[in-house]
């Protein structure tokens, strides 16, 4: 039977079914580390996004299409081959649905994922890679969960208090939010990267213009975020040492 540490590592989705849905496209890459994981979905296509340089030079409904991407993060629990992933933060709020899969793993190898309290299968596979170091700190209003090694790490990030909204996207889609409202909605964060030449290097990110750019580096006292903002302005963030819990 599986437990928590059977799924500590690098898990990239190869495809999901629901009864009215197949999905074998979006990019999906879920990294556990000891208990506490970060997970990002976004899909392969993406609205053309001409001559901007920043979210905030996109239009409304383009927005409203780059919200389509997903992003959790917090702690996990297993018990009988059931895993129930507390979201501490959400792409799109806090979720009100408990998120738990019962896990198998198929003959070859791959990690099957059964809905609980919804229908639906994932198939997941391992990318191999050391052991993932996890970090979570509350740094400027923001819950920052952080899962790394020496070649992969993925940030994620969202405001301690970001209540969903379910009706963002209809509401950019219709072209009647305003420039608050916009910011808002891309508050949180996630960003998936490769460590280059000692230098963390976003390759996936919920924030397209982050791609490309160098979002993660070592201090002496803990790691560095280089957060690309809604208007494009690049901040650093510590996120310093020593490894915190998650609390409840």
Known sequence: MITASDLRGHWRR??????????????????QGDGIYADIRVPLHRPQMDDATCLADLPSPVLADLMQAEGFAGDITVVDGVCTWARHINLHGLPAPVDAGAMWFQDDGALIEDGVHTTYRERWHGVATPPLNALSVEVDGLRIITVWNAHVFLVASGPLRHAADPHLIDVLRAGTDDPATRAAGFAAQYTLGTWQDGVGMATLSTNPFAEGTPALRHASNGLIWTRTGFDGTRTDIPLPAPLQELSA
């Open 14 to 31: 190869d495809w999901i079914k629901t009864p009215d849905r197949f999905d074998d496209t979006t990019r999906v890459h879920w990294l």
